[in-house]
């Protein structure tokens, strides 16, 4: 059984204090200042801010702990850094590891998080942050498991890094093959987009568009947060019209490309089987000119462009015509088969990387349920 101990009785713990407003700013005078948890990375928070009349400081390798809105998430500070009211700075003394400490504190964030209070917004108070028993191993065994901890970790962080690299290495083979779709430089002839296949907005007609009736049906509806989190294909879905909602909508078939034209602008997938979906998703489909695959990667050179422009009211949109009259650039389909075939290998070993993720992640979670209660051998 290992022995627990109050968090403070071995670490100081360091509320965070924000400067006056008037005493930051974004032009690197002073120094660096650390708000939240939006200053938070991968693992080392990004300076955004600097200010010229410090409250609090937190050193080199305190563990950052997000106290308020949200509860829980950290971070290990690299510099020296203010640091406002929404964080809270843990110094580790010796008798505890700073990485032990902080692979406790990621596995047990839900826990520490439901201790959050509050109506406008979670945060948990310095005396429990102090008061947060944490189980102490003599120091041997912290870094025993901290370093075991740390090789599950590194191997979930390779695999992720693969998968991104499969998705730059299909961006860069279509750059190779086709040149960049927006200046054209190997002079493909130009289309608008409408000759290229059908191309038409989903169907909602019903207003209110979640009426209980229209719902918990058989038929997938994709909405457009569906399409926007996708990788590049929509092999889930959380949403289903009943037989109601269908007569007023419509079902595309599987190999659809879908396009977003509100709030997420020009984000695609392509179904992996028949669904619905609203009027703020276009749906495409190709012609014997070209190939979904083609299309979804020349708009993904285009998204940040349509994005960039599209007028906002309540929320960013574009219409049907915009996209309708985007000037294609069309190499010979032969060319696009060839690039589809490519992609469809790359697809087949990201679904590998993908597993081998899954499998990687378990493996963590697994470690780090065992390692606070004493069992990790």
């Not at 692979?103 to 005396?127: C, D, P, V, W, Y």
């Not at 650039?329 to 992609?343: G, M, R, S, V």
């Amino acid at each position: 059984m290992i022995k627990k101990v109050e968090l403070q009785s071995v670490c100081e713990v360091i509320a965070g204090q924000s400067p006056p407003s008037s005493s930051y700013n974004q032009n690197g005078k002073g120094m660096p200042f650390f708000q939240g948890k939006a200053d938070f990375g991968e693992l080392n928070p990004t300076v955004r801010y600097w200010c010229i009349a410090p409250k609090k400081i937190s050193l080199k390798d305190d563990i950052l702990f997000s106290v308020r809105a949200p509860v829980g998430p950290t971070n290990v500070n690299t510099i020296e850094a203010c640091i406002g009211r929404g964080l809270s700075a843990i110094r580790c003394g010796k008798e505890i590891s700073m990485k032990y400490l902080l692979h406790f504190f990621r596995a047990n964030e839900s826990k520490i998080a439901a201790l959050g209070t509050g109506s406008t917004f979670k945060a948990i108070t310095i005396k429990e942050l102090k008061q947060l028993q944490v189980p102490l191993p003599p120091l041997s065994e912290q870094r025993r498991i901290a370093g075991i901890l740390d090789k599950a970790d590194a191997l979930r962080k390779l695999t992720r890094q693969l998968l991104e690299q499969y998705d730059k290495l299909a961006q860069s083979i279509f750059l190779e093959m086709f040149g960049d779709p927006v200046t054209n430089p190997k002079g493909w002839e130009n289309v608008k987009f409408y000759s290229a296949g059908s191309l038409d907005r989903g169907k909602s007609k019903h207003r209110p568009r979640n009426a209980p009736e229209l719902l918990g049906g058989v038929h997938p509806l994709i909405q457009t947060g569906d399409v926007a989190k996708a990788s590049r294909y929509i092999s889930e879905y959380t949403s289903t019209y009943s037989d109601v909602g269908l007569l007023q909508s419509k079902k595309w078939k599987r190999g659809t490309l879908c396009i977003t034209i509100a709030a997420n602008i020009a984000k695609t997938a392509v179904l992996t089987f028949d669904a619905c979906f609203p009027d703020s998703v276009v749906g495409f489909i190709p012609n014997e000119k070209t190939n979904v695959e083609y299309v979804q990667f020349w708009l993904s050179f285009l998204q940040k462009i349509l994005e960039d422009s599209a007028p906002e009211s309540a929320q960013k949109n574009i219409n049907l015509q915009i996209l309708r009259n985007l000037d294609l650039p069309l190499p010979q389909i032969e060319l696009q088969n060839k690039f589809a075939t490519i992609i469809e290998n790359i697809e087949k070993q990201k679904e590998l990387a993908k597993q081998s993720l899954m499998e990687s992640e378990d493996l963590f979670n697994a470690l780090l349920q065992k390692a606070f209660k004493g069992e990790l051998i």
